[in-house]
């Protein structure tokens, strides 16, 4: 049997958008004080319970601080990767969370559609790919990968093969830790957040 890894999927830390309860797809929206400290306990507690010898993150500002603060801790470089930007809220973004969601079902989350935006079965599309091209480049080893709770609702859905959500929305900084070998994925964890 091949060597069993861990890729370890975490959230940005919160950023000026989370704290200001608002849609930010932007990609210059940058962490805050709490956001980098959050960063920081996650990237203490990657360094006591695994050995990541990659690290990938998307390519907006808040994602990119969070990588940064794990890399210095993990002495990793980090490689950026386009497609794992945050899902697009379309005519949402900027707007705050309370913002009317017409046609939102929350018994299928997943297909609703902000408008000019992203159903989150397109972001698995779009994010399953570039997963399993880093689960491929890791082989045993384990991984990070630094993305957006969009994202990382899609990557669940990938890997599990449905849109149960992880127990509860992953907080910002907390990590959902994913077992692999041989190019399959064997279950997803969802660690307390640090």
């Known amino acids: 049997m091949a060597d069993v890894g861990s890729v370890l999927l975490v959230r940005h830390g919160e ?12 990609p ?19 360094r006591e319970r695994f050995r990541p010898t990659l690290l990938v993150t998307s390519p907006y500002v808040r994602a990119r601080q969070t990588a940064q603060i794990i ?40 297909t609703w ?17 570039v997963l399993d091209r880093i689960v491929s480049r890791a082989g045993g080893d384990d991984a990070v990968v630094v993305s957006h709770g969009g994202v990382m609702l899609a990557l669940w859905r990938h890997v599990t093969g449905d849109w149960e959500r992880p127990g509860r929305v992953v907080h910002n900084a907390g990590i959902l830790e994913v077992r692999h070998s041989g190019g399959r994925y064997h279950d997803a964890v969802l660690l307390e957040a640090p």
């Open 15 to 26: 950023s000026e958008g989370n704290r200001e309860r608002v849609f930010t797809r932007t």
């Open 28 to 46: 210059d929206v940058p962490l805050t004080p709490a956001g980098r400290a959050q960063a920081l306990a996650t990237a203490h507690v990657l």
């Open 71 to 110: 890399a210095e801790v993990l002495s990793l470089p980090v490689d950026v990767e386009d497609d794992l930007q945050e899902r697009s809220y379309g005519e949402y973004a900027g707007k705050p969370y309370a913002t009317a969601r017409p046609g939102y079902d929350p018994r299928a989350y997943w």
């Open 113 to 129: 559609r902000p408008p000019g935006g992203e159903s989150l079965e397109e972001v698995a599309a779009r994010v399953g790919a």
